[in-house]
Antibody, heavy 120, light 108 residues
């Protein structure tokens, strides 16, 4: 069955970087992409960007351009999201979501979420 | 960026009733690339509808999506107790993809 398993929670200091992984199983990794969404405590959902599993091309939300990097390792069926220059308002649960096609449309299946806490 | 406004903010209904949730976009959503998600406390969102009206795999047929352009609706025909949660719409037709602020559905 399709599964997306994310790495464990992280505590980081302001200015540091964090890299969250999302390991996929149960499907052909290169036939789908991975989208990244975050949710601050008690807040709504915010999209960071997505990356094609086919060619590794990323598409970032402008808000995060220059601060986020999304990559894939097809040999490990894993996607990664790195966020740099962390601030306290980056504290959130970060989710990966499987997407498909050249537009990266949603097709269901999310990771369990990774809590990233930014605190001095 | 496209701003999505959901209404109402909170909906309190009894099992068996019909729920109608609205999502209005600040500009036309390209190709009707509009999705609906359900989220329960402590869980990841769950995709219900994509492409405005296409049900995701395993979603009961009591959930239906409709609308186009700037006005979209999620209808739950006969509420079940497990349908409580927060419902979000998302447009993925243009970057950045944006979410509505959510509608909280409470089951009486």
């Amino acid at each position: 069955q399709v599964q997306l398993v994310q790495s464990g929670g992280e505590v980081k200091k302001p200015g540091a970087s964090v890299k969250v992984s999302c390991k996929a199983s149960g499907y052909t990794f290169t036939s789908y992409g991975i989208s990244w969404v975050r949710q601050a405590p008690g807040q709504g959902l915010e999209w960071l960007g997505w990356i094609s599993g086919y060619n590794g091309n990323p598409n970032y939300a402008q808000k995060f351009q220059g601060r986020v990097t999304m990559t894939t390792d097809t040999s490990a069926s894993t996607g990664y999201m790195e966020l740099r220059s962390l601030r306290s308002d980056d504290t959130a649960v970060y989710y990966c979501e499987r997407v498909k096609g050249s537009s990266g449309y949603p097709v269901g299946y999310w990771g369990q979420g990774t809590l990233v806490t930014v605190s001095s | 960026e496209i701003v999505l406004t959901q209404s109402p903010g909170t909906l309190s209904l009894s099992p068996g009733e019909r729920a109608t949730l609205s999502c209005r976009a600040s500009q036309s959503v390209s190709s009707d690339y509009l999705a609906w998600y359900q989220q329960k406390p402590g869980q990841a969102p769950r995709l219900l509808i994509y492409g405005a009206f296409r049900r995701a795999t395993g979603i009961p047929d009591r959930f239906s999506g409709s609308g186009s352009g700037t006005d979209f609706t999620l209808t739950i025909s006969r509420l079940e107790p497990e349908d409580f949660g927060v419902y979000y719409c998302q447009q993925y037709g243009s970057s950045p993809r944006t979410f509505g602020q959510g509608t909280k559905l409470e089951i009486k």
